[in-house]
């Protein structure tokens, strides 16, 4: 077994890494200078594959949406009652100073001394000579057990047990985490428990081997987990699967790249769970106690409803948040779990190049890849509603029932009598003339689809010709934005003759990596329409695979311009067709004010980082709701003395504190108030924090979280 079944066919994966077959060499020192040994890489006794089981063996318990389950302790859902630290000391004096009192009341005889009848009811009479030895031993041994009573009582009043594990040396010692034992083998995930009931005993022993000489990482634990599921669900056969893991052990299944891991890692990943962590919640009265300082993570589950992080320049989008989901959706694609696309401007953060199978730098020509405009389909219905929402969909009515009908019919009408003739679409510099109604191109197209007979296709050419020049005819308007392509600089990018090599994103049905630079710099209006077409293309794709437990996830590092009534009805259907995308934007504002809604409403996570302006904080507020909170209100009323005394002994409290003498009032009511308002999101979200709700697949919600992107 070669591959885990998903081969891509088209020549899109990239070389392996070359990597040194072991460190230089370095030249010995002179015989004089003594040799330091170098310190080991690890404690005697310890095998080369301990770190990688202690991983696996972690506990991984379940927890609530997005919290990072690796080694995670549940906490209790409601904060249990804290006595605050001055309250508990003086309360803890107060019982040892009545404790004191008892025992002095009883020790000199204030309270009678009954206390003394249980001893002398025990005591015989031969013991009870003055000054014998045994007399003074039992005397002072009872005097010492009825100070004991005394002092356990006191301190059970006085919560002495709490102080003493808040501030005693329980508090002062580091939590040592106490060794685990290694757990049964139809209980260890190392010992690979699902082949061995299966029968493959024989593959399992292989790989339990090298999971313990260190030769399995956590990528081939997870993309052999994955072929696994494969042999399950019947794509491939328990004897193919077996033999490829006995003759190659943790290498076997290889991704189409050859590569078993990225060649470096930021962020902290867990692949038995899926999840990267992002941050930690921080310890927020606003944040539910369940949460406080746990790890916060994301993966397919959460990115499955697709993600909205909103935050202006240097707040962490790229850096805190893209960076670490592309590495994750990176190593489920080496793991043949996940596809992804990766779109931002050249020269973005997102990773080495290396990282990826295919990286297609539009405008730069060492480009090896280039873009197929129409997404490798052949329909020219379906090419035309794909082309016509990368043109011009920002054009179109911005309400939720806007679309592009129109300009999708002109398209139409002229790359199928084209592909008709030619064989194929038309480039860029064609579609321009045609959208032009230059007379050579149409008249050539007339010619060729007379010889081949196509009259159904004439009929479309000549309603074309009807309408050019008309009032409110769209073909000047697709004319001007095709020119943006239509430049020195693509010249040698979107071919559609079959010279270069073209990616489609019909390749999501493969666990591929694919990262596209768009020219922001000196090209941004034809970088937002190539977003809009990777959008596009990227939607219509996926929701036509045959296996949608590959999830296939599009990152848009800047999602300006990019929102269109077609796309956030395309982001509605992603989730039934095991998808999501991840879109960036700096403000709400570069979305029209129609689509800001459906938008947040279409989207499950959303995330308002810190420098929010309040009109984006208004709108964030609005889609999070309210919440039914406890609202005390506390009222001091001065009070009047009516007697001389009574005023005497105000006009002393007067002077003493400064203050009149008042009577508070404390009132508790049920108020309904928003999470998250709209001042708080623009003013009291701290530099590296965001505001981030959750929603997963299943329809788990998280309330809006602080997060802390830097812990």
Not at 47 to 67: E, H, K, N, Y
Not at 174 to 195: F, Y
Not at 244 to 263: F, I, N, T
Not at 338 to 353: K, R, S
Request: charged share 20%; net charge neutral.
């Amino acid at each position: 077994m070669d591959g885990d079944g998903t081969r891509d066919a088209r020549g899109t994966h990239a070389n392996p890494v070359p990597r040194p077959a072991g460190p230089p060499e370095v030249p010995a020192k002179p015989p004089e200078a003594p040799a330091v040994p170098p310190r080991p890489a690890r404690a005697p006794g310890t095998s080369d594959g301990s770190a990688f089981l202690t991983w696996l063996r972690t506990p991984r318990p379940q927890a609530l949406p997005g919290v990072w389950r690796f080694g995670h302790r549940p906490r209790p859902e409601e904060e249990p009652e804290r006595v605050p630290g001055r309250q508990l000391l003086s309360g803890a004096v107060i019982a040892f100073l009545v404790g004191w009192l008892i025992w002095s009341l009883l020790w000199n005889g204030y309270l009678g001394g009954w206390w003394l009848l249980p001893l002398y009811a025990m005591i015989p009479d031969s013991w009870a000579e003055p000054h014998s030895f045994t007399s003074v031993v039992v005397v002072y041994a009872y005097y010492v057990l009825i100070a004991g009573i005394i002092m356990v009582g006191v301190g059970r009043l006085g919560r002495w047990g709490e102080i003493w594990r808040r501030y005693g040396p329980p508090a002062w010692r580091r939590a040592v985490p106490r060794a685990v034992p290694p757990p049964a083998a139809e209980e260890d995930p190392a010992a690979w428990p699902a082949l061995r009931a299966a029968g493959a005993h024989d593959a399992a022993e292989r790989l339990a081997a090298d999971a313990r000489s260190g030769l399995m990482r956590d990528v081939d634990h997870a993309r052999i987990a994955r072929a696994w599921q494969g042999v399950q669900r019947g794509r491939h056969s328990l004897a193919t699967f077996t033999g490829a893991v006995l003759s190659h052990g943790s290498a076997a299944c290889p991704h189409p790249s050859g590569a078993r891991d990225l060649p470096a890692r930021q962020a902290r990943h867990d692949l038995v769970t899926g999840q990267v962590r992002i941050g930690t919640a921080a310890d927020d009265a606003r944040n539910p106690y369940a949460y406080r300082g746990a790890g916060l993570a994301l993966g397919p589950d959460l990115l499955g409803t697709s993600l909205l992080a909103v935050g202006p320049a240097g707040s962490g989008k790229t850096g805190s948040l893209v960076r670490p989901l592309t590495e994750s959706l990176c190593l489920h694609a080496l793991a043949g779990r996940a596809a992804v696309v990766v779109v931002g401007a050249a020269g973005a953060d997102l990773g080495p190049t290396d990282a990826y199978d295919v990286v297609v730098r539009i405008g730069n020509p060492d480009s090896v890849y280039d873009l197929d405009l129409y997404g490798g389909t052949t329909d020219p219905d379906e090419a035309a509603v794909v082309l016509a929402e990368a043109l011009v969909g920002d054009l179109t009515d911005q309400h939720q029932g806007g679309d592009t009908r129109r300009s999708t019919t002109v398209l139409a009408q002229l790359l199928g009598p084209f592909r008709a003739v030619h064989g194929r679409f038309p480039g860029v510099p064609e579609l321009r003339q045609l959208l032009d109604g230059a007379p050579g191109p149409l008249a050539e197209l007339r010619e060729g689809l007379r010889a081949a007979g196509q009259e159904s296709l004439l009929r479309e050419l000549d309603a074309r010709e009807r309408q050019q020049g008309r009032p409110g005819d769209v073909g000047g308007v697709l004319a001007d934005r095709v020119a943006l392509l239509d430049r020195p600089a693509f010249a040698p990018f979107f071919d559609t003759s079959g010279q270069s090599r073209p990616f489609s994103l019909k390749a999501l049905d493969h666990p591929v990596r694919v990262r596209i630079d768009l020219p922001q710099r000196g090209h941004a209006d034809a970088s937002r329409m190539l977003a809009r077409l990777v959008l596009a293309q990227f939607t219509a794709s996926v929701s036509v695979r045959e296996d949608r437990s590959l999830f296939a996830c599009l990152v848009l590092d800047d999602a300006s311009g990019v929102v269109t009534p077609e796309a956030v009805r395309g982001v509605q259907r992603l989730r039934s067709a095991g998808a999501g995308v991840v879109l960036t934007l700096r403000t709400l504002d570069d979305v029209p004010r129609p689509l800001r809604g459906p938008l947040l409403g279409a989207i499950g996570c959303r995330m308002a980082l810190s420098g929010l302006t309040p009109w984006d904080g208004q709108d964030f507020a609005e889609v999070w709701g309210k919440e039914w909170t406890e609202a005390r209100d506390v009222t001091d009323r001065q009070i009047i003395a009516e007697t001389p005394a009574g005023k005497a002994v105000h006009m002393l409290r007067r002077v003493i504190t400064g203050k009149a003498p008042t009577a508070r009032a404390v009132t508790v009511r049920q108020v309904e108030r928003e999470r998250w308002s709209a001042s708080e999101l623009a003013h009291a979200v701290p530099a590296g924090h965001a505001v981030l709700s959750l929603t997963s697949v299943k329809g788990e919600h998280a309330p809006p979280l602080l997060v802390d992107l830097r812990g």
